[in-house]
């Protein structure tokens, strides 16, 4: 009643007080507010920059700083970050010591090798990028120039034979490519404080051949897997003992694993070494031989299973963790990026096992090594790393592993031409030009991370309203040369226009709805986007989708069949057929499994009928937009392009050990975003930020003092100011006094750390409001 009566008596004209106090109270409140604000001084932030050029990007380029400031909470785009809110602890990033890696390292000079050292594990004070955690294979792998093991003969299941001195890997120079990663970490711990081991975990390609069941043409191999497991029952336990004794052989050579993956890449057979595993087969043998033998021989071990690509990491989850003595075992999952970022899946896998964590264990670009003058690609596979990285990290991962450290300027050396790109490239013989060491763009996007997010380091929520929303896939999104798959098939608000399709009657074409008339897509006016055969191989028998030309190859005669319809190629006399076929099929990685659609010998199966709608009416009337469904597994699923649209844009905080925050923010997109930053804990904030396109921005702050937060207003009470001052001018309280009490007091609010939860994202724990 008296905040309703002084504003009455001040809005009145002819109160002589209202009419003296306005001037006051204008001032007063003016005063309040600057004299509050100048009581913190702002907090600088660290602006470091990555940001494309065709000619001369920024590189880790330090900008100018920006202040932090009191500011009300942002209601347009901006991200905000609330370290109150804790998510899972980092323990860092790094890469793998290869043989491939090994080899280049040993042919660079003593003085380049010093160099490489730093370049990745020298603290970031001294212009290194802090890596603390690497991964060795367990014998060959693709990087190397050949298969070898350390125990080849048959049947030593005692391990006679084992070579506990790893010659092998001592002479390539693995295994001193990691003493001079540990050393520089020690030498981080004398200079800097920074007194973290290097967290180095092996992974086995293959057992040797010996132990794995014949592969399909009868012999054993390292280079094939039988399927659907590849190791020998009856060698189970020969097989972790083998693991085993090569931990205790490095540790003898002054390496020390932290821990192990069970296998690489469990679900791929490619050529390279490999040895699948269902995942209840790697589980038992992880319950029943590996688990107890490293637990005994090894007590501390960390044991991660399933090491392959995120599109199938819940079902291995459900499966390894599933069975209580297994679980006991497996500390947590390895993920590689090859089968696309998959985040539904890797949430699905935290809130599976919360006290298992994740970690992505492999990441890299094949077909080769793209140089600095191809600017473009060269720019786009850094991006498309940091992203995963990023996403990785915002669902639950604790870190992040590059694949080979080294390559030489062909990609390799690898013995099955499989070439891929590298962090760091080695030319020692300076053949491409004035350097001998190559940093690519992929090694300053990765050093936004890796600098930026020391051990210790914890996830922290954030609230992104600054990505702009992209629409769903569309008609425009279909591109000449994109590949056919399937997919669950959408409905209702969840249907997708790239599920719809058409049949030209009259040059009996099959289109993509709506492609002819979508200005983007390179159908556009050319009767739109038609089912073709790629190279017009029938043998091959591989589909694509490609601008109407109406020629054979575009061709498809519709017939009925019992329960469906089928899709004919006349020239090559074959049918369509839904397949389960290998990602390479379709562009993705070998060991990314798909459903796509294959041109086969005709037959009466049911991978060749399909239905073009409802189930009782198989032959949509008019050829109108329609799906073309088939079911599998009880499972409805649809053809459609294969359109890759990753996120364009997204940010990432955490809390570092000493308080301060880190915020990683990515924009791959073609147009510059601009936002604010805000502090929801310290209600300081930096306004109006923008982000150049194709750019990656770490903003680093240091924690406020308590005396300097204690003195921040709190949004949520500053409101009240006026109506305060208001009342004080009812009262006519004298202006020193005035002024004096316009400064608003703020609540010490106590941190709480809060929980994550699988519904709301987190639960809040009980803390203290003193």
Same mark, same amino acid.
């Given at each position: 009643?008296?905040?309703?009566?002084?504003?009455?008596?001040l809005?009145?004209?002819?109160?002589p007080?209202?009419s003296?106090?306005?001037?006051?109270?204008?001032?007063?409140?003016s005063?309040?507010?600057?004299?509050?604000?100048?009581?913190?001084?702002?907090?600088?932030?660290?602006?470091?920059?990555?940001?494309y050029?065709?000619?001369?990007?920024?590189?880790?380029?330090?900008?100018?700083?920006?202040?932090?400031?009191?500011?009300?909470?942002?209601?347009?785009?901006?991200?905000t970050?609330?370290?109150?809110?804790?998510f899972?602890?980092i323990?860092?990033?790094?890469?793998?010591?290869?043989?491939?890696?090994?080899?280049?390292?040993?042919?660079?000079t003593?003085?380049?090798?010093?160099?490489?050292?730093?370049?990745?594990?020298?603290?970031?004070?001294?212009?290194?990028?802090?890596?603390?955690?690497?991964?060795?294979?367990?014998?060959?792998?693709?990087?190397?120039?050949?298969s070898?093991?350390?125990?080849?003969v048959a049947?030593?299941?005692n391990?006679s034979?084992?070579?506990?001195?790893?010659?092998?890997?001592?002479?390539?120079?693995m295994?001193?490519?990691i003493?001079?990663?540990?050393?520089?970490?020690?030498?981080?711990?004398?200079?800097?404080?920074?007194?973290?081991?290097?967290?180095?975990?092996?992974?086995?390609?293959?057992?040797?051949?010996?132990?794995?069941?014949?592969?399909?043409?009868?012999?054993?191999?390292?280079t094939?897997?039988?399927?659907?497991?590849?190791?020998?029952?009856?060698?189970?336990?020969?097989?972790?003992?083998?693991m085993?004794?090569?931990?205790?052989?490095?540790?003898?050579?002054?390496?020390?694993?932290?821990?192990v993956?069970?296998?690489?890449?469990?679900?791929?057979?490619?050529?390279?070494?490999?040895?699948?595993?269902?995942?209840?087969y790697?589980?038992?043998?992880?319950?029943?031989?590996?688990?107890?033998?490293?637990?005994?021989d090894?007590?501390?071990?960390?044991i991660?299973?399933?090491?392959?690509?995120?599109?199938?990491?819940?079902d291995?989850?459900?499966?390894?963790y599933?069975d209580?003595?297994?679980?006991?075992?497996?500390?947590?999952?390895?993920?590689?990026?090859?089968?696309g970022?998959?985040?539904?899946? =890797?949430? $699905?896998t935290h @809130?599976? *096992?919360?006290?298992?964590?994740?970690l992505?264990?492999?990441?890299?670009?094949? %077909? !080769?090594?793209?140089f600095?003058?191809?600017?473009?690609?060269?720019?786009?596979?850094?991006?498309?790393?940091?992203?995963?990285? =990023?996403? $990785?990290?915002? @669902?639950? *991962?604790?870190?992040?592993?590059?694949?080979?450290?080294?390559?030489?300027?062909? %990609? !390799?050396?690898?013995?099955?031409?499989?070439?891929?790109?590298s962090?760091?490239?080695?030319?020692p013989?300076?053949?491409?030009?004035?350097?001998?060491?190559i940093?690519q763009a992929?090694?300053?996007?990765?050093?936004?991370?890796?600098?930026?997010?020391?051990? !210790?380091?914890?996830?922290?929520?954030?609230?992104?309203?600054?990505a702009?929303?992209?629409?769903?896939?569309?008609?425009?999104?279909?591109?000449?040369?994109?590949?056919?798959?399937?997919?669950?098939?959408?409905?209702?608000?969840s249907?997708?226009?790239?599920?719809?399709?058409?049949?030209?009657?009259?040059?009996?074409?099959?289109?993509?709805s709506?492609?002819?008339?979508?200005?983007?897509?390179?159908g556009y006016?050319?009767?739109?986007m038609?089912?073709?055969?790629?190279d017009?191989?029938?043998?091959?028998?591989?589909?694509?989708?490609?601008?109407?030309?109406?020629?054979?190859?575009?061709?498809?005669?519709?017939?009925?069949?019992?329960?469906?319809?089928?899709?004919?190629?006349?020239?090559?006399?074959?049918?369509?057929t839904?397949?389960?076929?290998s990602?390479?099929?379709?562009?993705?990685?070998?060991?990314?499994?798909?459903?796509?659609?294959?041109?086969?010998n005709?037959?009466?199966?049911?991978?060749?009928?399909?239905?073009?709608g409802?189930?009782?009416?198989p032959?949509?009337?008019?050829?109108?937009?329609?799906?073309?469904q088939?079911?599998e597994?009880?499972?409805k699923?649809?053809?459609q392009?294969?359109v890759e649209?990753?996120p364009k844009?997204?940010?990432?905080?955490?809390?570092t050990?000493?308080?301060g925050?880190?915020?990683?923010?990515?924009?791959s997109?073609?147009d510059?975003?601009?936002?604010?930053?805000?502090?929801?804990?310290?209600?300081?904030?930096?306004?109006?930020?923008?982000?150049?396109?194709?750019?990656i921005?770490?903003?680093?702050?240091?924690?406020p003092?308590s005396?300097?937060?204690a003195?921040?207003?709190?949004?949520?009470?500053?409101v009240?100011?006026?109506?305060?001052?208001?009342?004080?001018?009812?009262?006519?309280?004298?202006?020193?006094v005035?002024?004096?009490?316009?400064?608003?007091?703020?609540?010490r609010?106590?941190?709480?750390?809060?929980?994550?939860?699988?519904?709301?994202?987190y639960?809040?724990?009980?803390?203290?409001?003193?």
């Amino acid at each position: 009643s008296s905040l309703a009566l002084g504003s009455q008596r001040l809005s009145g004209s002819a109160s002589p007080i209202g009419s003296a106090m306005r001037p006051m109270l204008a001032v007063s409140a003016s005063l309040g507010f600057l004299l509050n604000a100048g009581s913190v001084a702002g907090v600088p932030v660290r602006v470091v920059q990555t940001a494309y050029h065709p000619i001369k990007p920024d590189l880790l380029r330090e900008m100018p700083p920006l202040k932090m400031e009191p500011m009300g909470k942002p209601t347009g785009p901006s991200i905000t970050v609330d370290s109150r809110t804790k998510f899972q602890e980092i323990i860092g990033f790094g890469g793998a010591f290869t043989e491939a890696a090994a080899i280049n390292y040993m042919q660079m000079t003593p003085e380049d090798q010093k160099e490489i050292i730093r370049l990745y594990f020298a603290d970031p004070k001294d212009g290194g990028h802090g890596y603390s955690i690497g991964r060795v294979p367990i014998g060959s792998c693709d990087f190397s120039p050949e298969s070898y093991n350390f125990d080849d003969v048959a049947g030593d299941v005692n391990l006679s034979h084992f070579d506990y001195t790893v010659h092998h890997d001592e002479k390539s120079g693995m295994l001193k490519f990691i003493r001079d990663a540990q050393d520089e970490l020690a030498a981080r711990c004398e200079k800097h404080g920074f007194c973290h081991e290097l967290k180095t975990y092996a992974s086995p390609w293959s057992p040797p051949a010996w132990m794995k069941y014949p592969a399909a043409d009868g012999g054993r191999w390292m280079t094939e897997s039988a399927m659907p497991n590849g190791l020998d029952k009856k060698y189970m336990r020969a097989w972790a003992k083998y693991m085993s004794a090569f931990v205790y052989a490095y540790k003898q050579k002054g390496v020390k694993l932290w821990g192990v993956t069970v296998q690489n890449e469990p679900e791929a057979n490619v050529g390279w070494e490999a040895c699948l595993y269902t995942p209840q087969y790697m589980m038992e043998f992880v319950r029943d031989h590996l688990g107890p033998v490293l637990k005994s021989d090894h007590p501390g071990m960390v044991i991660m299973g399933f090491d392959h690509n995120k599109d199938h990491v819940h079902d291995w989850a459900k499966v390894l963790y599933g069975d209580p003595l297994a679980r006991k075992y497996f500390d947590g999952i390895g993920v590689h990026w090859y089968g696309g970022l998959q985040t539904r899946h =890797l949430n $699905d896998t935290h @809130f599976t *096992a919360p006290d298992k964590f994740i970690l992505g264990t492999e990441a890299c670009n094949c %077909g !080769g090594v793209v140089f600095s003058n191809d600017m473009e690609v060269w720019w786009r596979r850094a991006e498309a790393l940091a992203l995963d990285a =990023l996403e $990785d990290l915002l @669902f639950w *991962a604790i870190g992040w592993t590059d694949w080979n450290l080294l390559l030489n300027a062909a %990609g !390799g050396p690898n013995h099955l031409d499989n070439l891929c790109d590298s962090n760091i490239i080695c030319d020692p013989h300076k053949r491409l030009g004035n350097d001998t060491i190559i940093q690519q763009a992929s090694y300053y996007f990765l050093g936004h991370f890796s600098r930026y997010l020391p051990r !210790g380091s914890r996830r922290i929520h954030r609230i992104n309203n600054a990505a702009p929303i992209d629409a769903p896939p569309s008609a425009d999104d279909v591109k000449n040369g994109q590949k056919l798959v399937f997919k669950p098939c959408g409905s209702g608000a969840s249907s997708s226009p790239l599920q719809q399709w058409e049949y030209d009657q009259i040059n009996s074409g099959f289109t993509v709805s709506g492609t002819n008339e979508a200005k983007k897509s390179d159908g556009y006016h050319h009767d739109g986007m038609c089912i073709d055969i790629s190279d017009g191989d029938c043998d091959v028998g591989k589909l694509q989708l490609w601008a109407c030309a109406h020629g054979w190859q575009q061709q498809w005669q519709l017939g009925r069949r019992t329960g469906g319809m089928s899709i004919y190629n006349i020239a090559c006399d074959k049918c369509v057929t839904w397949k389960k076929v290998s990602g390479d099929w379709v562009g993705l990685d070998a060991g990314v499994h798909m459903q796509a659609p294959v041109l086969e010998n005709c037959t009466n199966s049911p991978e060749q009928t399909f239905h073009f709608g409802a189930s009782d009416n198989p032959l949509p009337p008019g050829m109108s937009p329609f799906p073309v469904q088939i079911e599998e597994g009880g499972e409805k699923v649809c053809m459609q392009p294969l359109v890759e649209r990753m996120p364009k844009f997204d940010a990432g905080a955490f809390q570092t050990p000493d308080g301060g925050t880190s915020l990683i923010v990515l924009n791959s997109g073609e147009d510059p975003i601009k936002y604010d930053l805000y502090d929801a804990v310290t209600g300081l904030g930096a306004a109006g930020v923008t982000i150049p396109a194709h750019s990656i921005v770490t903003y680093i702050w240091g924690a406020p003092d308590s005396d300097s937060l204690a003195s921040l207003p709190d949004a949520s009470e500053s409101v009240a100011w006026p109506a305060l001052l208001l009342a004080l001018a009812a009262l006519a309280v004298p202006g020193a006094v005035l002024l004096h009490l316009a400064l608003p007091c703020r609540r010490r609010v106590q941190p709480v750390e809060l929980e994550a939860e699988a519904d709301s994202g987190y639960r809040p724990m009980l803390g203290q409001v003193a």
